[in-house]
């Protein structure tokens, strides 16, 4: 089969397309013929080497899988060769979506949504599994609640909105204006021009300095230590960006705050119930940029570096097979 290997981390340009033997499928575990992956910030954070200690070299990257089962291994019991599935594999586990085949342990993937293509699918598991490990797994996000999202405008930023949304939240979140119109189509309630206005003192004068219940961080810097001075009582930060230096959290402390560090982990479950969702029209895929798989570097250079578009915004789609 095909496959985007790296023999190292670095530069977009150390991704080859090189024929490696097709997997097996084990015991409890599915072979799929991945017709669609995607491309998410996790992605390139692997690719140059922030994980190089969690991976053995040469590696098969890429955490979405959008496709058909092809072969069924010994005890699998709710799948069949021809059910069309999509899933995050493994991370830092087994071998990536970037290739023609993956062989993945029934129990972490799930049938696909029917309403929509694979390409589609593809964009969805890695980023609204996270977006809905924060909201419900972590935040338990309840009806008429607040929740400031930082980032809207990113992969999963736009579906945390959308699943928000769902849940019956009032929904603000930060972007560059030229982002607002689509964020606010999507279901935003309030959208912040970071840019040229304080997030902080934004949501005071929305709020009446009540504050939010729930901040969901996708952007890192200083927002664990900021976020405690727009939280209300008993409020929650949420993050997925790894901590790179110490914060001051004193703000929090008087709000009786819980923070939640989340690295996102795979289950059925969990994408039943997004395809419930998206099958009922209440969360739409952003599929904005489609590459193959021999393009997997300009995929990468655009959601990295914004190469080709400044203005760049949702998922990148990555066509393995029509």
């Known amino acids: 089969m095909k496959a985007a290997i790296l023999n190292q981390f670095g530069p977009v340009e150390n991704f080859k397309i090189v024929d490696v033997p097709t997997p097996k499928p084990g015991f409890g575990e599915v072979l799929v013929k991945v017709f669609a992956t995607s491309v998410n910030p996790l992605d390139y ?12 070299l040469p590696v098969i990257t890429g955490h979405d899988v959008s496709g058909e089962i092809v072969e069924v291994g010994q005890g ?22 970037y ?23 593809a ?26 999202i930082h980032g809207g405008a990113g992969g999963v930023g736009m579906l945390t909105i959308q699943i928000a949304k769902a849940m019956g939240a009032t929904v603000f979140t930060t972007a560059r204006k030229v982002h607002h119109q689509v964020l606010l189509e999507l279901g935003a309630d309030h959208v912040i021009d970071y840019a040229n206005e304080h997030y902080i003192d934004a ?17 890192g810097g200083n927002t664990l230590s900021d976020s405690g001075m727009i939280l209300s009582q008993l409020g929650q930060v949420v993050t ?5 230096k110490p914060q001051n959290l004193i703000h929090a402390w008087g709000k009786n705050a819980t923070y939640h560090f989340v690295f996102t982990r795979q289950n059925r479950n969990k994408l039943d119930e997004i395809t419930k969702l998206v099958e009922t029209n209440k969360l739409k895929p952003v599929l904005n940029k489609v590459f ?4 997997i570097s300009k995929a990468h250079n655009l959601l990295e570096n914004k190469v080709g578009d400044k203005d760049f915004y949702g998922k990148i789609g990555i066509e393995i097979d029509k």
């Open 99 to 121: 290739a023609e085949y993956h062989s993945v342990h029934e129990s972490i993937i799930a049938l696909k949504p029917k309403n929509i293509s694979h390409l589609e699918a």
């Open 240 to 244: 997925i960006v790894d901590i790179e």
């Open 45 to 56: 954070q692997v690719r140059r080497g922030d994980y190089k200690d969690e991976l053995t």
């Open 292 to 295: 193959l798989l021999s393009e």
């Open 123 to 148: 964009t969805l598991p890695l980023a609204a599994g996270t977006a809905w490990e924060m909201l419900v797994t972590r935040a338990q996000l309840k009806v008429n609640q607040t929740v400031l």
């Open 76 to 97: 699998v019991e709710n799948f069949k060769v021809g059910d069309q599935v999509y899933y995050t594999p493994e991370i830092f586990n087994g071998q990536g979506s």
């Open 203 to 219: 949501i005071q004068q929305l709020t009446g300095g009540k504050g939010v219940d729930v901040v969901i961080d996708t952007i």
